[in-house]
């Protein structure tokens, strides 16, 4: 160490050059260094989603759920299979471990799923494979709409101008979002809402009937007419040409033009017995935006973009396109840059705030400017070779990888500040700058960095613990290993140069430290004579301690305020989308008038094709989400609207928007889920029956629901087989007949440049039962009512069957109260399992799960880390008694980190779990400086108490430095000032309170329990 602090001392360019080259490199790595919110996450999970149209729950469990759950149980790394079967179709979610390789996942699934053949229903539609991951969710949400007057929307509102909603999507989807998928760091856009176009076939039956032809005829021929097939090569001259022979359709009138069949000799187009005409498709879903419909786009970003220039990118584009493309409005919902933004620069600002008032205090306790210099300079310098560290490693600049840096940059100072005050205090002595600096550097070398090397072996472990928590928090463990790494490194070459340069000879006591020496120095005398006294106070503040943080409140995470609100609504099952939609509109135009809201937007009934795979929901509900006033407070908001009257029949959530985060560590719907399941499913219904009121009556839990309607009515059509066959019809001809008159029936497809447009047959509407029943058919006989062949029964079918492990389960969903304890609502669900009847097994789920996964990880961690800090203790001071001592450090921490987390109204949670965690590293480098110096003069041959006032006397002014600047260095962060500052607020919290505690104990436990660990050991001797 003493030759690499010499050759420094001689070559002061070469390190300004390496340094100034340093700078360099990190100014290129900032700017190549993507900004996200969060680390890249893969989240172990995929999504089996299996179209079967029209098919009720019960059917579609067993004839498609069932048969994929088991394809795809037996793949490697699946740890938990959920199935859901709804109306129309089955959603299968496999999650892996946290290891699992998801692409080679992926491909197994799909080769499972292959394997199935002709297993599923020739109705179904194949199997689509899709990821599952919360961090994909869109960086922006833009609406579309016209700019029209006020009559026209009018007009638009009541169904009387589909068309300009069908040209308004076809602009969506062949101007807008293809201008904006070009764009570098966009992957796709999703177009959502409006009306899909459609050609109409109205059918006569009366003219069917008179030329004898049927609706699956008049199907056959038009897929027969509508083909486009190879017609191979052919010769002119030395020349080969390509043949095509194309019969598709291109517009509605090539279809009115088909020829259906023969009138004698005499050809009858479809027009003969149709009409043909440009419609639009039944939808069951629409969006509005601040009371007008509109065209949500849903913006993806590539996996490796950066959010925040893709954003500004999108926003500059739609400036563009709205002076492109006149007569529609562009509107920016959502942008999860904004804050991303807001958080990251917050971030940057502690990181800048936080060392400038570390030099602040450097500058009151040396008052030596170019010393102060030398740590000024060592600041940037360490945080340049960082950055180059982040580019190297991939590392993004996230949330999490800049709050390492702001971690990081209270201690980053520490080994520079040992350094500069103990060459100032050889300085102080009379030595000359050249000899202080390589005296000084190399007498606290192997101190520093076992200190560095301490820490570096807390936060290692950190980067590698299992779960979600260690892929979350591996960039701020590396971020900090980098920091300390680098500062260590400008401690030991950079910084001797500069503090070199310090002409200055002489004292000088920063203003207080001579009184407060002298009062440390009796305080200290005075616990040295009554070391039983302070060993006994000291257990019981650790017991004390104890008993508070047992009484802590617990959540998963804590909550970070987006100025965005959920509304769900849902109405009766079967309530169709008008009606719905009026409901909805109510409470629309009540939200808009609060001062506090600037936009609501409304997506409600069922998701469309762009969105239906991921999030399927039934057609009577819906979800408006509230956009905020940036000064406004969401909790406020919503409570006004928890207080706005609501339609009674609608059934009204009213929920803070959950940030990426909190998505990914408490998946679902909700906070809380509870599992009933039993032998027969009728059961479980009957426990969720007796369990939901008791569930509803607990103080601790918000929003108790099933996690789906129980029932929804629907009507069974019973064939009269005895009449069917009097009448000449058959099954399969019924079966056309209602299937055009219920909803139409997909013939073909028309195909144009950009679109695949279906051609649907339908008879004259017939939305109601008693329409459809009335509408007449062929036959035999002449046309008669469809209700003379069949016959309608209410019943009640399931609106929604879920399986869980393979078996049918019933799920209850609840939140956490407003201010009420994870572990109470938890318990709340368990009380409710004592009171199931026998024959049915409950499980608890939800953020339960994320916290005890976290809560275990973390004491691994901290079992780890106190091993290899013991273990590195022991090498340097070759003692096994030694670094138990510097360990008591961490108990002490425990105190401070209890006190302030109740002072604060903070809870146990993940982020202050892993400060406790990243303690361990910190407390204890005070403790090995004190004890390293005590060491040093002990073995100059002074004696015990006289080497300990020595070393609290000499080390005093250093460790109250390294601890000052530390806090200081994360006082911006717990303030919690900023959007997203709440995260990493209970991480700064906890570590200013357990290193105050610990710095402050340090100062008189160390020095006791070194007199109780020496005097054993001369016993021992």
Not at 581 to 592: F, N, V, Y
Not at 651 to 661: F, I
Not at 831 to 846: F, H, K, M, Q
Request: glycine share 6%.
């Amino acid at each position: 160490m003493r030759a690499l602090v010499g050759w420094c001392l001689r070559r002061p360019v070469a390190v300004t050059a390496w340094s100034l080259l340093a700078l360099g490199l990190a100014a290129i790595a900032y700017v190549r260094l993507p900004v996200a919110l969060l680390p890249e996450l893969r989240y172990p999970a995929l999504a089996v989603w299996t179209a079967y149209p029209d098919v009720p729950p019960e059917r579609v469990e067993r004839a498609v759920t069932e048969r994929v759950e088991a394809a795809v149980a037996g793949v490697e790394g699946v740890v938990e299979v959920t199935g859901r079967s709804l109306l129309g179709g089955s959603l299968v979610v496999l999650r892996f471990g946290w290891n699992t390789d998801l692409n080679l996942a992926l491909l197994n699934v799909r080769e499972q799923l292959d394997q199935l053949g002709d297993a599923l229903p020739d109705e179904a539609e194949r199997p689509v494979v899709l990821r599952l991951d919360p961090s994909d969710r869109p960086i922006m949400l833009l609406a579309l709409r016209q700019a029209l007057p006020r009559d026209t929307l009018r007009r638009v509102a009541a169904g009387e101008s589909f068309q300009d909603l069908v040209a308004l999507k076809r602009l969506a989807r062949d101007v807008v979002a293809r201008r904006l998928e070009q764009l570098e760091g966009v992957a796709r856009v999703r177009v959502t809402g409006g009306y899909e176009p459609e050609v109409e076939v109205r059918l006569d039956p009366e003219r069917l009937i008179r030329y004898g032809l049927t609706v699956a005829q008049i199907e056959q021929r038009l897929r027969a007419a509508n083909a486009t097939l190879p017609g191979g090569l052919i010769r002119r001259g030395p020349f080969r040409y390509a043949v095509e022979v194309s019969g598709a359709f291109t517009e509605p009138a090539d279809v009115a033009e088909t020829i259906v069949g023969y009138a004698g000799r005499t050809p009858l187009r479809l027009a003969d017995v149709a009409e043909v005409r440009p419609g639009v498709a039944e939808r069951r879903g629409l969006v509005r935006f601040d009371g007008e419909e509109a065209l949500l786009l849903l913006v993806e970003r590539a996996a490796d973009a950066n959010t925040v220039v893709a954003a500004r990118q999108v926003r500059r584009t739609l400036r563009e396109l709205e002076a492109e493309v006149p007569g529609v409005r562009l509107d920016v919902v959502v942008d999860e840059s904004l804050f991303i933004r807001q958080a990251i620069a917050g971030v940057q600002q502690a990181v800048l705030l936080g060392g400038v008032l570390a030099l602040v205090v450097l500058l009151v306790f040396l008052r030596r400017p170019r010393v102060l210099l030398a740590v000024a300079v060592a600041v940037p310098l360490s945080l340049a070779l960082t950055l180059i560290a982040f580019e190297v490693a991939d590392i993004t600049l996230n949330l999490l990888s800049l709050s390492g840096l702001a971690l990081g940059v209270g201690m980053l100072v520490d080994n520079a500040i040992v350094v500069t005050e103990n060459i100032a205090r050889l300085r102080e002595q009379g030595y000359a700058p050249l000899d202080a600096a390589r005296e000084g550097t190399v007498e606290v070398a192997a101190a520093i960095t076992a200190s560095t090397l301490t820490t570096i072996a807390v936060f290692g472990p950190l980067a590698f613990v299992e779960g979600l928590a260690g892929r979350l928090f591996r960039d701020q463990a590396l971020a900090v290993v980098f920091s300390l790494l680098a500062s260590l490194v400008v401690a030991l070459t950079v910084v001797p140069v500069l503090a070199s340069r310090d002409r200055r000879s002489g004292r000088l006591e920063p203003f207080g430290t001579r009184w407060l020496l002298v009062h440390y120095e009796a305080l200290l005398r005075r616990a040295l004579r009554r070391r039983g006294l302070v060993v006994l106070l000291t257990l019981l503040a650790l017991a004390g301690a104890a008993l508070i943080a047992w009484h802590l409140p617990r959540q998963v995470m804590p909550h970070a305020d987006l100025k965005r609100l959920t509304v769900h609504l849902s109405a009766p099952p079967g309530t169709d989308l008008p009606q719905l939609s009026r409901w909805a509109a109510q409470i629309e135009t009540a939200a808009l008038r609060l001062p506090a809201v600037q936009h609501v937007l409304a997506d409600l009934g069922e998701r469309d094709e762009a969105r239906l795979d991921l999030d399927p929901r039934p057609p009577y509900e819906g979800t408006l989400t509230v956009l905020l006033d940036e000064r406004a407070r969401s909790e406020t908001v919503a409570g006004q609207l928890r207080r706005m009257p609501m339609p009674p029949a609608l059934t009204v959530e009213v929920l803070l928007e959950r940030t990426q985060l909190e998505a990914l560590l408490a998946r679902g719907e909700a906070d809380l889920w509870l599992d009933l399941q039993a032998d027969l499913r009728a059961e479980a219904e009957a426990a969720a029956d007796q369990v939901l009121p008791q569930l509803r009556r607990e103080p601790a839990l918000v929003n108790v629901r099933r996690a789906f309607a129980e029932e929804v009515p629907g009507y069974a059509l019973h064939f009269r087989r005895d009449v069917m066959a009097r009448f000449g019809v058959d099954a399969r001809q019924l079966a056309d007949w209602l299937a055009a008159a219920a909803r139409g029936l997909e013939a073909t497809a028309l195909q144009t440049v950009n679109e695949t447009i279906p051609i649907r047959l339908r008879l004259p509407e017939a939305q109601a039962l008693q329409r459809l029943l009335q509408t007449e058919i062929p036959t035999a006989q002449g046309l008669k009512p469809i209700g003379l062949f069949v016959e309608a029964r209410p019943v009640s079918l399931p609106a929604s069957l879920l399986r869980a492990g393979q078996a049918p389960v019933v799920r209850l969903l609840a939140d956490v109260a407003p201010g009420a304890d994870l572990a109470a609502a938890r318990d709340a669900l368990a009380r409710a399992l004592e009171v199931l009847p026998p024959g049915v097994r409950g499980t608890i789920g939800g953020a339960t799960d994320a916290f005890r996964e976290g809560l275990r990880g973390a004491a691994w961690s901290l079992l780890l880390s106190l091993l290899l800090v013991f273990l590195i203790l022991a090498a340097q001071f070759e003692s096994l008694r030694q670094p138990l001592i510097i360990l008591f450090t961490v108990p002490l921490a425990t105190i401070g980190v209890v006190l302030t987390l109740t002072l604060t109204g903070q809870s146990v949670n993940l982020m202050s779990l892993t400060g406790l965690v990243v303690l361990v590293g910190i407390v204890v480098n005070d403790a090995i400086i004190k004890v390293d110096f005590i060491n040093r003069r002990r073995a100059e041959g002074m004696p015990l108490l006289e080497a300990i006032e020595a070393a609290g006397r000499d080390r005093l002014r250093p460790i109250l430095m390294t601890t000052v600047t530390t806090v200081l260095g994360l006082l911006p962060l717990a303030l919690g000032l900023g959007a997203g500052a709440a995260l990493q607020q209970p991480l700064a919290i906890t570590i200013i309170g357990g290193l105050t505690s610990a710095t402050l104990l340090t100062l008189i436990v160390v020095p006791v329990l070194y007199v109780l660990v020496a005097g054993s050991e001369r016993r021992t001797l």
